[in-house]
């Protein structure tokens, strides 16, 4: 069974602050300062992680993935074209020998998603993100590095992505339909308008479902962490307010 990180912290964050508000006995204002502290960490990161997904009305900047998912989509088609859609990539599969040209290309391709390098579509992600209002508050809990942890997983979905779309009957066919050409600068045209159709069908909601899973799973985290510094936040309040020095 899947826990969901986000939910044990509300909860245990919650807990605190029931327990400080019942109890009587000496430790209830450092449970209550912990609690209350931990809650609104939880709260604050876990708002954050749904504007970068959900147009939130009156909060401005909310929605940025979808905001900006036309700079994703043409960060996503340089790497498809760059790294194996190229004259002479296709040159390549074309000069084997293989009798069977569209089932060649196929296979190549979607081996060779395998070691596609993504860094510059998810680059194109964070500073989207980081350029947006949502930056300043990403910036609290670690900005840039907390979004880099996400780049492999982003790497394998969009890996997923791109092997469906290759070994789909679609593509099959138009690979089949070109098989006949001779010249791989003609090939290469055809498949880049072909991925350009296929990108042009993207609506904002597609390119945010690509990563919302991946990074709602792995920013989690970030709620946890937000409830653990806001809990120590408070234990640390209610002490010194118990030296006297509030």
Avoid: C
């Avoid at 609104?40 to 504007?51: D, K």
């Avoid at 092997?163 to 099959?172: A, G, N, P, R, V």
């Amino acid at each position: 069974m899947k826990v969901d990180k986000a939910l044990v912290s509300h909860l245990l964050a919650a807990l605190f602050v029931v327990i400080g508000l019942a109890g009587s006995h000496a430790a209830a204002p450092y449970f209550l300062n912990a609690g209350l502290f931990a809650l609104s960490g939880t709260i604050t990161n876990a708002l954050a992680i749904h504007m970068l997904f959900e147009r939130v009305p009156g909060l401005y900047g909310s929605g940025v993935v979808v905001i900006y998912f036309e700079e994703i989509k043409i960060a996503i088609r340089e790497v498809i074209m760059e790294q194996f859609f190229s004259g002479q990539a296709l040159a390549g599969v074309m000069s084997s020998g293989d009798s069977g040209l569209a089932a060649s290309l196929s296979q190549r391709l979607t081996s060779v998603v395998d070691d596609m390098n993504f860094d510059k579509a998810f680059d194109s992600l964070t500073d989207a993100i980081m350029t947006s209002s949502m930056g300043s508050m990403l910036g609290l809990v670690g900005g840039v590095k907390a979004l880099d942890s996400l780049r492999e997983p982003f790497a394998e979905r969009m890996r997923s992505y791109l092997k469906t779309y290759l070994t789909s009957e679609e593509f099959q066919a138009l690979l089949k339909k070109q098989a006949e050409l001779d010249d791989p600068n003609a090939l290469s045209e055809m498949v880049e308008r072909l991925v350009d159709a296929r990108l042009a069908e993207l609506t904002p909601q597609q390119v945010k479902s690509i990563v919302q899973t991946m990074m709602r799973r792995h920013l989690g985290w970030l709620v946890v962490w937000g409830g653990v510094f806001g809990g120590l936040l408070g234990l640390l309040v209610a002490a010194l307010r118990d030296s006297f020095l509030f």
